[in-house]
């Protein structure tokens, strides 16, 4: 007897070691992002009006311009694996999202207003059914927006369709570029640009500044028309194993 427990504690200890390991942590920079696009309404997720918990719900079928302020949770393993309300399968590791009245599927900005991360997601089920929630992110959008240990935080939505839409906010005053350094010493900045060039595919160059200490070499990209391709291009730069990146308008 016994041994028939010293086994059955083993075994539940290497279930438990299995459910932790469907839990691995991810690197937000690596997390593929969508490109939103007009898709074909699913099949099934769309049926209006539907009634859960005695509350009944419509489908907004003319979501251009849709936006909306409040909380959003997060979901994850309970739910990896399983069928999401359009039928398609859960994965907690992709941008994806519930909503209680977004046509599935459809594409949505989120910013996280706590610390104004954001992230692209792709609506394809729906909830959450609780009141003060108004939409419940994927384990992997909620690891971009960065608020995992938190549960909930305060996001806006944002309904988008096309890359073109996610350019609203133009920058105006000034021109902006992303600064990968600026050096005294000249050699080290036209070799760090050289570099990024070859890992980004993007012409990066080198202006010179004449500061009473001397030379300033700074290694630069842009001019960037918009913040979201400012942040685009951060995350990138990022993920290449450059540091130290900033955004300078001048």
């Known amino acids: 007897m016994r041994f028939h427990w010293v086994l059955l504690i083993g075994l539940l200890a290497l279930a438990g070691c299995g459910k932790k ?129 938190d549960g909930v935080t305060e996001v806006q939505i944002r309904v988008v369709n096309s890359p073109n839409d996610l350019h609203q906010k133009p920058i105006t005053q000034g021109l902006t570029y992303v600064q990968l350094g600026a050096f005294s010493d000249q050699q080290t900045a036209y070799n760090l640009a050289k570099k990024a060039s070859q890992l980004l595919g993007i012409e990066t160059f080198v202006t010179i500044l004449t500061t009473p200490g001397g030379l300033l070499h700074r290694v630069r990209i842009g001019p960037i028309d918009s913040e979201y391709k400012v942040n685009q291009l951060l995350n990138r730069i990022t993920r290449s194993g450059i540091s130290n990146a900033q955004i300078i308008t001048d």
Not at 74 to 91: L, M
Not at 133 to 149: G, N, P
């Open 21 to 149: 390991d469907q839990y691995r942590d991810i690197d937000p920079h690596d997390i593929e992002p969508w490109i939103p696009k007009s898709e074909p309404l699913s099949k099934y997720g769309n049926h209006s009006p539907y009634r859960v918990h005695g509350k009944v719900y419509r489908v907004n079928n003319h979501p251009a311009g849709f936006k909306q302020t409040g909380q959003a949770s997060w979901y994850g393993k309970k739910f990896h694996g399983r069928r999401t309300s359009n039928q398609e399968i859960f994965d907690m590791y992709k941008l994806t999202a519930a909503h209680k009245t977004l046509p599935l599927p459809s594409y949505v900005e989120v910013t996280n207003l706590r610390n104004n991360k954001k992230a692209v997601v792709r609506v394809n089920d729906r909830g959450p059914f609780v009141d003060n929630r108004i939409i419940d992110l994927s384990y992997a959008a909620a690891k971009m927006l960065d608020f995992v240990h």
